[in-house]
């Protein structure tokens, strides 16, 4: 059915892919060229209205990213979220969010607008619509549910809240595992490890090393490197030394 209302649907299969890689990889500067490919089957127009706004909310979610990680301009990525989320709900604004239904990919969207909230104005803020996203979205939506958990246990972080920012981690994790997905598996044995290393837990280390070596087997190396460059320079972890050797 979905070859039919999309001519070109393994070629949109392709580029959506490739963006998902990109942003679990945290390759924020590539993500320009899967922007010129997307507009292009934009303008080509050879679709139903559905994928017509379904396409045009990708396009206008991977910009706003764009705009945020790569020109820090979060303004402009705020700007264009609500003009994603305004395609299939006109009357969306930043004030009655919760009066609405939302499908997966509002709700992503949603997700990304709690993150400039987050930076911008509050974590708290940010978690309270966090929250919201987790109880609107459907059973199973894993991808979206595992990205939600990351976000609030990195939100409790800067919150201090090590215990929840834990919690959080955990609930990622094993979903991972029910679902036998390595999808932002890396990312939460991140967060699981600083948590561990703030609330003085010895396993701090295996969490992290864990995230490390998911890391590198997804390819991920400007994570990987991400990740050993932030626990020297904050927490003083330096996780080369054992890496380096065989446990």
């Known amino acids: 059915m979905l070859k039919y209302r999309l001519k070109d649907y393994s070629t949109f299969c392709k580029i959506k892919n490739s963006i998902e890689s990109k942003l679990e990889g945290g390759e924020f500067d590539k993500l320009k060229k899967e922007v010129e490919k997307l507009k292009k089957i934009v303008q080509e127009g050879k679709m139903s209205l559905y994928y017509t706004q379904l396409l045009k909310q990708l396009l206008f979610l991977v910009e706003s990213i764009i705009e945020k990680t790569v020109n820090d ?9 609500i003009e994603a989320m305004k395609i299939t709900v006109p009357d969306f604004s930043l004030s009655n969010y919760t009066s609405f239904v939302y499908s997966s990919m509002e709700i992503r969207i949603l997700m990304n ?36 958990y990351y976000n609030l246990s990195y939100s409790f972080h800067l919150l201090s809240d090590y215990n929840k920012e834990l919690y959080y981690a955990d609930l990622g994790i094993k979903t991972c595992v029910k679902n036998r997905t390595l999808n932002g598996l890396g990312l939460l044995y991140f967060r699981k490890g600083i948590a561990e290393y703030h609330l003085k837990k010895e396993n701090y280390i295996d969490s992290l090393l864990k995230a490390i070596h998911l890391f590198e087997i997804l390819g991920h190396e400007k994570l990987k490197q991400m990740a050993i460059e932030n626990c020297r320079k904050f927490y003083n972890i330096e996780l080369t030394s054992f890496i380096a050797k065989p446990r």
Not at 73 to 81: M, N, T
Not at 124 to 146: H, T
């Open 113 to 148: 607008i709690a993150l400039i909230i987050e930076k911008k104005e509050s974590p708290e803020k940010c978690i309270k619509m966090f929250l919201f996203c987790l109880e609107s979205l459907e059973q199973d939506n894993i991808e979206e549910r595992v990205r939600i």
């Open 73 to 81: 301009d979060y303004k402009k990525a705020l700007e264009k979220l």
